[in-house]
């Protein structure tokens, strides 16, 4: 079974094809500037690598492209369309509606719509995505949608609700429902896998570090909490995103920089963070280089970022009553030992202690164990795979249907 893996958004729309015999992948690529100029890019397992301007006024348009590029007799992966089986949806938020992954019908799809105001630039695009991919590739192929916020469902109320007047829960289901559900959840299954038991003997801190951030408590298997609340901007500080913040701050700034509600959320969540504080980059590679250098305000926004990471792996560590293994993930997790390093330094207090040489080794694609012998919890760094998470559950759910 071949299944083709869609994470849309409103201008953008990045794809994989997954051969689930084997689970790879034998092409991927991203249609970019979707109603703007049209980047189209392709590539495959083979090694054939394609980008080109090319018009795409609409999603539609661009999964054209996608099919065109892999039936292609020269360079596709693919005879027919045919060989696609299913194809999964990435959909990030999925409010109260959707707890689990399931497979697109026309009340799934006005359910992804009506959650349009938690997510207006995300679930607008998937929308625009589901139907457009069900128009070029028709209706008899089965499409499934897999929701971020799904695996985030199991936390309890006194984990999700904010205190704030409870009638806002009631009219407008303000409460935290976390993100990036694939990526924790996948790579909680592998710690689990690697660390030789059943997930629901184990109690797991799966950190997602990436240009967006989020660090998870996980108790058998179920999300007690997570770090990122009703939008992705929550948590600790991200690569221009602020994380947690007094609200006041927020009042503060708009008065007295007489800002609109939209400036402000511009503000916080493209301005801010690794950016706002380092006044450098987003990319945090460029930050650690300016650190390297002596740049102080570059050291600031590296000590804040692991001080404040460190204090949510704390805090869940409380949570869940103790820890059996800590998961590092993402770009910076999956790259930055030095962040390890500090961020680990910090948690000494509880036993944790880092092979430094596993730790140095650990990085571009590799997957293992970095943490000492002797280090009361086990750590890893484990890279991520959310489509291979999609393509499962579509494939799952194809053959259950």
Do not use: W
Not at 167 to 188: D, L
Not at 225 to 234: A, E, V
Not at 311 to 326: E, N, P, R, S
């Amino acid at each position: 079974m071949k299944v083709l893996v869609i994470n849309a958004g409103s201008s953008s729309l990045k794809y994989q094809l997954i051969d689930m015999d084997n689970e790879q992948v034998i092409a991927k690529g991203n249609c970019e500037r979707i109603g703007i100029d049209g980047i189209f890019g392709y590539k495959t397992s083979d090694g054939t690598s394609i980008e080109k301007n090319v018009e795409m006024p609409d999603h539609r348009a661009a999964f054209m492209q996608v099919k065109d590029a892999l039936t292609d007799s020269e360079t596709g992966v693919i005879k027919d369309l045919a060989e696609v089986s299913a194809i999964g949806h990435r959909i990030v938020q999925g409010g109260a509606l959707f707890s689990e992954s399931c497979i697109v019908t026309e009340d799934v799809i006005k359910g992804i719509e009506s959650l349009i105001p938690l997510a207006p630039l995300h679930n607008k695009g998937h929308v625009q995505a589901i139907r457009a991919c069900i128009e070029v590739f028709g209706e008899a192929v089965p499409e499934v949608v897999v929701f971020d916020t799904a695996f985030h469902s199991t936390m309890p109320e006194k984990a999700f609700i904010y205190p704030i007047p409870y009638e806002y829960y009631e009219k407008y289901q303000i409460r935290r429902y976390g993100f990036h559900g694939t990526s924790h959840r996948y790579v909680s299954g592998k710690c689990a896998e690697l660390m030789g038991k059943d997930i629901k003997d184990l109690k797991l801190i799966t950190c997602h570090i990436g240009n967006g951030s989020s660090i998870t408590a996980i108790d058998g298997g179920k999300v007690i909490d997570t770090s990122m609340g009703l939008t992705p901007l929550d948590g600790f500080m991200m690569g221009s995103r602020t994380g947690t913040l007094d609200p006041s701050v927020v009042t503060f700034i708009e008065e007295k920089e007489h800002l609109s509600p939209s400036e402000m959320d511009t503000l916080l969540n493209k301005k801010s963070g690794l950016l706002g504080v380092s006044g450098i980059s987003t990319d945090d590679r460029d930050v650690t280089k300016a650190a390297e250098e002596g740049n102080p305000r570059a050291l600031l926004a590296h000590d804040i970022l692991r001080y404040e990471i460190a204090k949510f792996i704390g805090g869940y560590y409380v949570a869940l009553g103790g820890c059996d293994g800590m998961v590092f993930t993402a770009g910076l997790g999956e790259n930055q030992a030095h962040h390890r390093q500090a961020i680990c330094d910090y948690l000494s207090c509880l036993g944790v202690k880092l092979d430094n040489e596993k730790n140095e080794e650990m990085i571009r694609g590799k997957c293992g164990k970095i943490s000492a012998d002797d280090s009361s919890v086990e750590v890893f760094v484990i890279p991520t795979n959310e489509e291979l998470v999609i393509a499962r559950d579509t494939k799952a759910l194809v053959e259950n249907k």
